[in-house]
């Protein structure tokens, strides 16, 4: 704020000087003892930068300063015949800090004592100069006191500018701070999408407020108190360079959020107080901004100390609290999808288990299957994203195994012509079933498809090739391979090895032929311990079944 008013001062002195060389006036600078600190002599003539400078100036100059002080409202005055001085007194904080005083030579000047002296030093004829004076400068008190008033008209009036010119200068700040906190809250939003992962979200976003701030680290931490946070739960995420490591990291935001939680933002002049030990080596000031919803503490941001020294203020605050409250949206919209997946993955689950309840012979074929499929997408370089709804669709591939009879599917002989049909029916009743649910319409063609065979062979409408849509065709591979590997009601499981030979050997015949290459390279390890553990889930009444048939 002082170097403004002293800026604004500066500009105001400048222009004043130029106005008053205008009026035929030259301007000085003068301390409250009269000393001159400053000429505005540039414009004037060779007789006016001589007077100035002259020892009878400066010395009635002095003499004139010390009588101003003394009264509220200085006047014009004559120190010596030919020359008024013109005072305008400088505040400074209320206080008088100097004159600007305007320096008139009028026609007597030519009468006083050193009036020959000083065209000599100036290199002047005297008579000359007289002429010119009594034409130019023919001024009387009057006119005196008129041209005092006109420059305090315009020293008001530049003053006057000059504070509009820091409002204006002022609020332009407050504009610019006011865009790049609407620039980064926008930003942050645009990136705010329930399928946005979160933590590459909350690490952006950390690592944005950490350069828009300019705060030499920042780090958030996470409550441990919500499992819907996953593997965030109590872990802490850093942006810029804190000389501190994870664990210490993790302390402190644990602490702070403990401390802070339910609190306003806060910034701490000396982060000591807080007695953090962890704090000591890494941070001066502190600016705390906790993250709520609806009372609910979820995590608290804390940065350190800015770059270039400067005091961490309101404005900062105010900056990292609105994106403070962005990202607490996101967090509670994450968490609330994750309910939603939660319910979701619960119902397929609940539909996966009705159908093995119904044959008995296939516990887990759906989890396995499902599994299978994604190892198999991944494996085949597809985006996560597809690999996740391949997994999905892997889930409920049988679910139209709900309206074939258990008479049928239990049966432990060969099936009739009419039984094969209702079970090769089972496809085109799941999609019938999940028709109606939007969000399942990609997974349908896994479904209805996973018995199409590359050779055009299967069913239930003998597509072939790359007509089978991708989905089926590897949904086809997993399904029968996990046939192949357990128990059914007709034959006991094959051997890995087997299981291989056979995907090997009907590559390009019953499947796609670059899907099953891949396969093959799989690590079986862990479809192996899910069916283990399939397994051990089986009720003693299923086993019975089992070791009867």
């Known amino acids: 704020m002082t170097q403004r008013l002293d800026e604004q001062l500066q500009l105001t002195e400048a222009d004043l000087g130029t106005r008053c060389r205008a009026l035929g006036v030259t301007l000085v600078d003068v301390s409250p003892e009269g000393r001159i600190t400053a000429s505005h002599l540039r414009g004037s003539g060779p007789l006016e930068r001589t007077v100035v400078h002259s020892g009878l100036f400066t010395q009635a100059l002095r003499e004139q300063a010390s009588r101003w002080n003394d009264v509220d409202d200085p006047q014009p005055a004559a120190p010596f015949s030919g020359c008024w001085l013109l005072p305008l007194p400088v505040m400074k904080r209320r206080r008088r800090a100097g004159y600007q ?73 407050q504009l610019g701070e006011s865009y790049e906190e609407l620039s980064m809250v926008y930003q942050l939003s645009a990136r705010m999408t329930v399928t946005q992962e979160v933590e590459a ?44 490591d994870r664990e210490a990291l993790t302390a402190i935001g644990h602490t702070l959020l403990q401390q802070f939680g339910e609190s306003d933002a806060a910034v701490i002049g000396d982060a000591a107080e807080l007695g953090i030990q962890e704090l000591l080596p890494i941070a001066r000031r502190l600016l705390i901004v906790p993250i709520a919803r609806e009372g609910k503490p979820l995590a608290v941001l804390f940065g350190a100390d800015k770059v270039g020294g400067a005091d961490l203020c309101s404005v900062d605050s105010k900056l990292v609290t609105s994106a403070a409250q962005s990202m607490g949206i996101f967090l509670e919209n994450a968490m609330l999808y994750e309910d939603v997946q939660d319910m979701f993955m619960g119902t397929l689950h609940a539909l996966i288990a009705t159908i093995d309840a119904k044959d008995t012979y296939t516990c887990g074929h759906s989890e396995r299957v499902a599994m299978l499929s994604r190892d198999l997408a991944q494996a085949a370089g597809l985006p996560a994203t597809i690999v996740e709804r391949v997994h999905l669709s892997g889930l409920i591939h049988d679910v139209g195994k709900i309206g074939v009879p258990e008479a049928v599917l239990c049966k432990p002989g060969r099936l009739t012509r009419s039984e094969f049909a209702m079970i090769k029916a089972h496809p085109e009743i799941g999609v019938r079933i999940l028709s109606d649910i939007h969000q399942m319409h990609d997974l349908l063609p896994g479904v209805l498809h996973h ?99």
Not at 132 to 137: F, H
């Open 201 to 244: 979200f909350l690490s952006s976003a950390v690592r944005e407020l950490q350069q828009v701030v300019g705060l030499r680290w920042i780090g958030m931490y996470l409550t441990d108190d919500d499992r819907r946070l996953q593997s965030l739960r109590g872990q802490a995420i850093l942006a810029g360079h804190s000389d501190c």
């Open 451 to 549: 018995h199409e065979r590359w050779d055009g062979k299967g069913y239930p409408h003998h597509l072939a090739g790359e007509d089978i849509p991708l989905f089926g065709r590897i949904i086809c591979l997993a399904d029968s391979f996990d046939a192949m590997s357990t128990d059914r009601t007709y034959r006991k499981a094959m051997p890995l090895t087997d299981a291989m030979a056979e995907i090997k050997a009907c590559a390009g015949a019953h499947f796609d032929p670059d899907l099953a290459r891949v396969f093959t390279t799989l690590n079986f390890e862990p479809y192996h311990e899910r069916v283990a553990e399939h397994q051990r889930r089986e009720s003693p009444l299923d086993q019975a079944m089992r070791r009867v048939t």
């Open 101 to 173: 005083v305007g320096v008139v030579i009028t026609a007597d000047l030519a009468e006083s004592e050193p009036f020959q002296a000083w065209c000599a030093l100036a290199e002047l004829d005297a008579q000359a100069v007289t002429t010119q004076l009594r034409r130019d400068a023919a001024l009387g008190r009057a006119e005196v006191d008129r041209l005092a008033a006109t420059m305090r008209w315009i020293a008001g009036d530049l003053q006057q500018i000059g504070r509009q010119r820091d409002e204006i200068g002022h609020l332009s700040q």
